[in-house]
């Protein structure tokens, strides 16, 4: 059974900087693609970063620059760190990743950036 969990999310002032992380069992995060997407308050869901199973990342423009997503193959986890944080920021964030053929999500992790 594939499942992934997310912690580190927090309240935390405009330009500040959080490491979100995602922890994998049931599957192995350096052979799968693991994205993490957010959903904004009264937002749909959205795409923020990828790592997949070469190493490459991707951005959603939005995040590009303050944003990296990384990997620790040991510890089956992946990383979003979050630097400048702006309020728009403030979302619940997700890890996802799908093994064969089917969809996981992460129960998500709160953040919160004040103004």
């Known amino acids: 059974q594939v499942q992934l969990v997310e912690s580190g999310g927090a309240l935390v002032q405009s330009g500040g900087s959080l490491r979100l992380s995602c922890v994998a069992s049931?599957?192995?995060?350096?052979?799968?693609?693991v994205a993490w997407y957010r959903q904004r308050p009264e937002k749909e869901r959205e795409w923020v970063a990828t790592?997949?199973?070469?190493?490459?990342?991707g951005y959603a423009d939005s995040v590009k620059g303050r944003f990296a997503v990384s990997r620790d193959n040991e510890k089956n986890t992946v990383f979003l760190q979050m630097n400048s944080l702006k309020p728009e920021d403030t979302a619940v964030y997700y890890c996802?990743?799908?093994?064969?053929?089917?969809?996981?999500w992460g129960q998500g992790t709160q953040v919160t950036v004040s103004s």
């Open positions: 049931g599957t192995l995060v350096s052979t799968n693609f």
């Open positions: 996802h990743s799908v093994v064969k053929g089917a969809k996981y």
């Open positions: 790592v997949v199973s070469g190493g490459a990342t």
